[in-house]
């Protein structure tokens, strides 16, 4: 390996500097309004929302979940509508007694309606790539029609 020389090294941190001011400033101008950042990555083809998951849960201590062809139960989005399911980026996935397992796309949805509609309900959450539960979102809406 070679030994890199101080400005050397100095270049390289300010070009990748740069290379992130560049990536903020085309993510600033493309965001939607209360859209995460990551949206657009996965939107561009820059990030897997797989690879942003499995990263997510192995960082998170939260287990992974891959929903590649599940079957939302219509009766769980009696608990989690579909509106804030889509909105979070969440899916409900088992009801097992008063422990309600959903996936999300990322940490911290906000599930504060359904906390507040069912107070003795535990939420459990795991973490699952967001084209999964986007796509387990969209058969439960079509299957629903």
Do not use: N, W
């Not at 101080?6 to 600033?28: D, I, M, S, T, Y």
């Not at 820059?46 to 997510?56: G, K, N, P, W």
């Not at 911290?108 to 973490?127: G, K």
């Amino acid at each position: 390996m070679t030994e890199r020389r101080p400005a050397e090294l100095l270049a390289l941190q300010r070009e990748r500097e740069l290379e992130g001011e560049a990536l903020r400033a085309a993510l600033a101008g493309r965001a939607r309004p209360g859209e995460r950042p990551e949206e657009t990555l996965f939107d561009l083809g820059l990030l897997s929302s797989r690879d942003f998951a499995l990263e997510l849960a192995a960082r998170s201590g939260l287990p992974f979940l891959g929903l590649r062809g599940f079957l939302v139960d219509e009766r769980l989005l009696l608990y989690v509508p579909h509106a804030l399911a889509l909105a979070e980026r969440v899916c409900p996935i088992v009801m097992v007694g008063d422990s309600l397992k959903v996936a999300t796309a990322y940490l911290e949805p906000d599930l504060d309606s359904v906390r507040s509609r069912f107070p003795h309900l535990d939420i459990e959450l795991v973490v699952a790539p967001r084209d999964e539960i986007l796509e387990a979102l969209s058969d439960a809406a079509a299957a629903v029609r």
